[in-house]
């Protein structure tokens, strides 16, 4: 076949080869290789190469329609997505039954049950798909204040290994500062407790880092939650470190178990510390709360609506397994559970303190919750410091 042949040959069938489906065009190359005499990569290039003409034209076997391109279903897990804050796809998707229910309560608005099957079964990639123009365009709603706290250190041991703790009751322990750009004078601290086998989560404000002030609400802390407080650790903060608190979980009848994370390594307190971002500063922020009453109404916040709503409907994965593969490191997760789903689950949790849980389940409505919260949240934010603009900007990028 003549040069000039073959290319009429390619003009004819290029367009034929774009418009057909997958075996279709296994055959036209097939065709084109035989008459041809082509190699099949350079064949494929060749019919790859279109003119802006060929580009328009719609294949007719496209594959199977969508089944999420459903206005309705998007704009649910738009919503639902926004009052998350911005969950990854897996913690959406494990969300989902929590939130789904009270939805048509909450908006006025009724859902098909086709509709709800739909939702109830989508995948994780799915919801990345049709959330994927939107990330770029959404945000979510510091400095370092640990003084070394060095008197008591040889009386409390140093705990390397609470990461392998599956007992409730074991919780880590971190401050966060809502000091701004400055760490000089007092400002409201939040004390964030994590319990690492349920990953429980209990919040406290607190006007400064006084040990009595600490100590105090550590004991509310400890008040609410589910189960026995067996084992506190913390980090080297002079907060932490003090007689105070030394002798309030030693002292005591069933003595707790009080360790430490070895000095500059956070990653030895890493539940906590990973939960200071997604529970604090994702919805706190940055800015300077210098009045004593931002503490009060903090806490307000934290023993009432937040804590509903980040222990009952926020759903975390907790690592399983961490181990390396020559340059990489690999890392599994479990499914994503909140931490009332990973309570109820736990057979260290008497039946009593089950059925009390599910009653105040039973009783909550996620959205609800969530306007009551970041209604007390804009509330706080206007009657505290602002931050600089240059800081701001900052901020808002990550």
């Not at 406290?204 to 084992?231: H, N, Q, Y």
């Not at 499914?335 to 736990?346: G, L």
Request: net charge positive; charged share 30%.
């Amino acid at each position: 076949m003549k040069p000039s042949e073959k290319k009429e040959y390619l003009a004819a069938i290029r367009a034929r080869y774009h418009r057909a489906g997958k075996r279709e065009k296994k055959t036209i190359l097939d065709e084109f290789c035989l008459v041809c005499e082509y190699n099949r990569k350079y064949a494929i290039r060749v019919l790859k190469n279109v003119s802006s003409k060929v580009h328009k034209l719609h294949r007719n076997n496209p594959g199977r329609p969508s089944k999420y391109h459903d206005p309705i279903i998007f704009d649910v897990l738009h919503k639902i997505w926004l009052v998350m804050n911005l969950p990854c796809s897996k913690r959406l998707k494990a969300a989902l039954p929590f939130w789904l229910p009270y939805y048509e309560q909450f908006f006025k608005i009724i859902i098909h049950p086709r509709q709800m099957t739909l939702l109830l079964g989508i995948s994780a990639s799915t919801i990345d798909r049709l959330l994927k123009h939107l990330r770029a365009s959404s945000h979510k709603w510091g400095l370092s204040t640990t003084k070394p706290g060095s008197l008591l250190k040889r009386h409390i041991p140093i705990a390397t290994d609470q990461w392998d703790e599956s007992r409730p009751g074991y919780l880590e322990a971190d401050t966060v500062a809502h000091c701004g750009t400055s760490a000089d004078g007092t400002f409201v601290f939040t004390i964030n407790c994590i319990d690492m086998a349920t990953t429980w989560r209990e919040q406290r404000a607190t006007f400064g880092k006084g040990e009595l002030g600490v100590l105090k609400a550590l004991k509310d802390i400890e008040l609410s939650l589910p189960f026995r407080i067996k084992g506190f650790d913390c980090d080297n903060g002079s907060e932490f470190l003090n007689w105070h608190l030394l002798k309030y979980f030693t002292h005591r009848k069933n003595p707790v178990k009080f360790t430490r994370s070895r000095p500059y390594k956070k990653n030895d307190n890493a539940h906590v510390e990973e939960k200071n971002w997604t529970l604090v500063r994702q919805y706190i922020g940055y800015q300077r709360m210098a009045q004593p009453h931002l503490a009060d109404e903090l806490n307000a916040l934290y023993t009432s609506e937040w804590r509903m709503m980040m222990n009952y409907f926020i759903p975390s994965t907790k690592l399983l397994e961490k181990r390396r593969e020559g340059e990489k490191i690999i890392k599994r997760y479990d499914v994503p559970k909140t931490p009332y789903q990973r309570v109820m689950e736990h057979s260290m949790i008497v039946p009593k303190t089950k059925r009390k849980l599910k009653q105040i389940f039973e009783s909550l409505n996620p959205f609800v919750l969530q306007r009551a919260v970041e209604k007390k949240i804009k509330h706080l934010v206007i009657q505290a410091e602002p931050l600089p603009q240059f800081v701001r900007k900052q901020v808002t990028k990550k």
